[in-house]
């Protein structure tokens, strides 16, 4: 069976230059590419975080459909791993400087898991997740 050589996460978004701007912000992303519609309409931005090498592309189909909804068949949400349970607490600090509204360091008592969860400009739900090392 061949391997996988990486994986890019494809999000479909009402304003390709708005998420952009947006998890640039938060993440230190960088652009680099898009798409531009021969009408001006940014239809495609592809994004790169250098360190881990996540890649997002911010699809607009202009499809004028209500904000993304995690109980619908399709993706539940996206994770962002951490390497150390204080990572959680920095980044929490994080979206607190941005002012954007996250659930504080979850530990649920079901799991030694921790997690803060958050909302892009569309809702799509994201996650900065953290488990601990296996023994």
């Given at each position: 069976?061949?391997?996988?050589?990486?994986?890019?996460?494809i999000?479909?978004?009402?304003?390709?230059?708005?998420s952009?701007?947006?998890?640039?912000?938060?993440l230190?992303?960088e652009?680099?590419?898009?798409?531009?519609?021969?009408?001006?309409?940014?239809a495609?931005?592809?994004?790169?975080e250098?360190l881990?090498?996540?890649?997002?592309?911010?699809?607009?189909?202009r499809?004028?459909q209500?904000?993304?909804?995690?109980f619908?068949?399709?993706?539940?949400h996206?994770e962002?791993?951490?390497a150390?349970?204080?990572?959680?607490?920095?980044?929490?600090?994080?979206?607190?400087?941005l002012?954007?509204?996250?659930?504080g360091?979850?530990?649920?008592?079901y799991?030694?898991?921790a997690?803060?969860t958050?909302r892009?400009?569309d809702?799509?739900?994201?996650?900065?997740f953290?488990r601990?090392?296996?023994?």
């Open positions: 069976m061949p391997g996988i050589a990486g994986q890019v996460v999000l479909t978004v009402s304003d390709a230059d708005r952009a701007a947006w998890y640039c912000d938060l230190g992303m652009e680099t590419s898009r798409y531009v519609q021969q009408d001006g309409h940014v495609l931005v592809h994004l790169v250098r881990s090498g996540v890649e997002l592309c911010l699809a607009d189909h499809s004028g209500a904000a993304f909804d995690e619908r068949i399709g993706l539940d996206l962002f791993l951490v150390h349970r204080n990572d959680l607490d920095t980044w929490a600090a994080r979206l607190d400087e002012g954007i509204r996250h659930s360091v979850k530990e649920p008592s799991t030694s898991n997690m803060v958050f892009d400009p809702n799509i739900q994201l996650e900065f953290w601990p090392p296996k023994s």
